[in-house]
């Protein structure tokens, strides 16, 4: 691959997020990037084919097709009709309105729901008080406003006190659900639910006196989506050996909130760097995995990712990649039988049942570019057979989903980084606000398009 190939993966990963039926333009994708807009449309046309990035929802400012040479990923026409197929509406001079169909663009127009109704409403967990939570939900929040209803959820004094230590001029506000559908305020003002937290905070030290005050705000958060008063919650990182210190048993936010919401069979999915990675297990000792590894559970799993895909992402026809357990999938049963006993033959029913399912593959050529290439989404056995690849491409970017909930929730891709909190730049380090914005983004992004995704299903 080209160096400037390599240069694109970041603009790719990008316009893999943006929805169907949006487009985006050249000049927001390219801030989001962090380049030019003219590197933006090298990149589109640029596209592998097989790839399935939809170069076909980037439009010029205008919200007209840029005239384009036919070939390649193809011409204007081609790019019109995908576009029409996606249910996005041309006026007769040929342009899209942004302030309808556009992702991401708070340059435009306020955002708008289903309808044009009110913005995603996101409630925000701040983890621990004492890691950077704050300090990525203060500064990401801002920028959402406009396309977003965020309430921060913690401690309302933790969070002054750090605004101050940080530099950030900010005016807090208490929320009322009463009140939800004033006009905002300025993109300084934080709206909190404030949840005293009971336990002195101080800065980049962890206390287990803090603990309960974190799992509390992150249960107050799965109950208030439960109740349809916000349509998303966003989680700040916590400290699991922290909270077990503290007498509460803890193995993470996945496993913590599938179980307040009812769900059974909850998957833990990292999308960034162009991947979308699955896990069978999660926060599992390693010498755990294998007694955990089973056909029912494998089949379970792929039910859940497949429904979600369609009914989260908007993707009709998933194909989905199973990694082995075993180095090279066994190589036969040379280096271990579990694929042939157990992976393959769970495998062979969903494809009998209709699921687009490939595998067992290989865990070190599963996330080549040429394999990724055909796959909406790939499933590891374990922790560490792939989140180490997702973060070494996208770390800091990437955004935690949980698939299998009644209601959507994403999460940073990071821990406390207790050492950055409360710092800032001038202090030669400050916590990057990043993955949490892109966090912000997505729930964002799947709220909004979920009503229009269940009427479809």
């Known amino acids: 691959m080209t160096p400037e190939k390599t240069a694109y993966r970041g603009i790719y990963e990008i316009v893999l997020r943006i929805p169907r039926g949006r487009v985006a333009s050249y000049g927001r994708i390219a801030r989001m990037a962090g380049c030019g807009a003219r590197q933006v449309g090298y990149a589109m046309a640029a596209a592998p084919p097989g790839a399935r990035i939809p170069w076909h929802r980037v439009i010029n400012s ?192 996945t496993e913590r909130i599938a179980a307040r919401c009812g769900a059974r069979a909850p998957v833990m999915m990292l999308a960034g760097g162009g991947m979308r990675v699955c896990l069978l297990t999660a926060h599992l000792p390693l010498r755990e995995v294998r007694r955990h590894v089973t056909a029912a559970r494998i089949e379970r799993a792929a039910e859940v990712i497949v429904k979600d895909l369609r009914g989260m992402f908007g993707i009709e026809s998933p194909a989905l990649g199973v990694c082995g357990l075993n180095p090279h999938a066994g190589e036969d049963g040379c280096l271990g039988d579990e694929e042939i006993k157990i992976i393959a033959p769970a495998l062979q029913k969903l494809r009998a049942r209709g699921f687009d399912i490939r595998g067992p593959l290989p865990a070190d050529t599963a996330f080549t570019r040429a394999r990724l290439a055909g796959l909406d989404a790939v499933l590891a056995m374990y922790h560490d057979q792939a989140l180490p690849v997702v973060k070494h491409a996208a770390f800091g970017g990437a955004v935690n989903i949980t698939l299998g909930l009644p209601i959507i929730r994403t999460s940073v891709d990071h821990g406390t980084a207790a050492e950055l909190a409360g710092k800032t730049q001038k202090e030669g380090a400050a916590a990057d606000p990043s993955s949490m914005r892109a966090a912000l983004e997505l729930a964002a992004e799947l709220a909004r398009a979920r009503p229009a995704l269940q009427l479809r299903s």
């Open 62 to 253: 205008k919200g007209e097709i840029s005239a384009r040479k036919e070939g390649g990923n193809g011409g204007e026409s081609r790019q019109r009709d995908k576009l029409l197929r996606e249910g996005v509406v041309f006026d007769r001079n040929g342009r899209v309105d942004f302030a309808r169909f556009g992702w991401g663009a708070e340059e435009f127009a306020p955002p708008r729901g289903e309808g044009g109704g009110a913005a995603p409403r996101i409630i925000v967990c701040c983890g621990d008080p004492a890691g950077i939570g704050p300090d990525i939900a203060l500064r990401a929040a801002p920028e959402m406003a406009k396309r977003a209803r965020i309430v921060l959820l913690g401690d309302r004094n933790v969070l002054a006190a750090r605004a101050k230590l940080l530099g950030i001029r900010a005016e807090f506000s208490d929320y009322k659900k009463e009140n939800e559908s004033e006009k905002d305020g300025g993109p300084r003002e934080f709206r909190v639910l404030h949840m005293r937290c009971g336990a002195r905070v101080t800065p980049g030290k962890l206390r287990e006196s803090a603990a309960a005050h974190a799992v509390a705000c992150m249960d107050r958060a799965t109950d208030l989506c439960l109740a349809g008063e916000f349509d998303a919650m966003t989680t700040g990182p916590v400290n699991k050996a922290v909270i077990n210190r503290a007498g509460i048993a803890f193995t993470g936010h």
